[in-house]
């Protein structure tokens, strides 16, 4: 069946320092795909996406390619922030709008 | 803005008592999600509804229940809890099914079972 692999956490780095999630996935066909983000506390909230292959989806400075060669959505930000530290995750979404979730991965950012 | 709104924030049960979980959006979305967080394994999928009056199981429904109350509001009740059901517990919803678009996420229920 459909799955998502994300690498393990945490990830420690620090403050503006070059940012990599690595997400890999298994799937029929070209699902979208969606990088989530949760804040100590909170829910889920979507951080960027990307509907098809070769599509970039980017946002407060995070960006992720679809690569459908590699199954991967791998997550980059050039220079982390305090702020950004929180558990990303990495997902696919099937039929009635399921979600499929990696496991998720914690980033540390100190200053 | 209140989004997608999920009460109580923390409760802790004992074995074999039940409860309810509420949620509410208020953006007029036709689609509603329950999900469990459990470490190391990402979201799961307990129940969805697809529009009011609609439920059906996600890949983890054994234990739970769900009522679609009316468009805004979807419920999960637990009629007798175990201590496997420990887990922080999020409610999801979207404008409609198969849209392809993101859920949104409401802040989730921390719920202990000793």
């Not at chain 1, 795909?33 to 979507?46: A, D, I, K, S, T």
């Not at chain 1, 679809?66 to 791998?74: A, D, I, L, N, V």
């Not at chain 1, 050039?78 to 998720?104: E, H, M, P, T």
Request: hydrophobic share 30%.
């Amino acid at each position: 069946g459909d799955s998502v692999t994300q690498m393990e956490g945490p990830v420690t780095l620090s403050e503006e320092a070059f940012l990599t999630i690595n997400c890999t996935y298994t799937a029929t066909g070209y699902p979208s795909l969606f990088w989530y983000v949760q804040y100590p506390g909170e829910g889920l909230q979507l951080l960027l996406k990307a509907t098809k292959a070769d599509d970039k989806g980017s946002n407060k400075g995070f960006e992720a390619t679809y690569r459908k060669e590699t199954t991967s959505f791998h997550l980059e930000k050039g220079s982390v922030q305090v702020s950004d530290s929180a558990v990303y995750f990495c997902a696919l979404i099937r039929g009635y709008n399921k979600l499929i979730f990696g496991a998720g991965t914690r980033l540390a950012v100190h200053p | 803005n209140a989004g997608v709104t999920q009460t109580p924030k923390f409760q802790v049960l004992k074995t074999g008592q039940s409860m309810t979980l509420q949620c509410a959006q208020d953006m007029n979305h036709n689609s509603m999600y329950w999900y469990r967080q459990d470490p190391g394994m990402g979201l799961r999928l307990i129940y969805y509804s697809a529009s009011e009056g609609t439920t059906d199981k996600g890949e983890v429904p054994n234990g739970y229940n769900v009522s679609r109350l009316n468009k805004r509001e979807f419920s999960l009740r637990l009629e007798s809890a175990a201590p496997s059901q420990t887990s922080v517990y999020f409610c999801a919803s979207i404008l409609e099914l198969f849209s392809n678009q993101p859920q949104h996420f409401g802040d989730g229920t921390r719920l202990s079972i000793l």
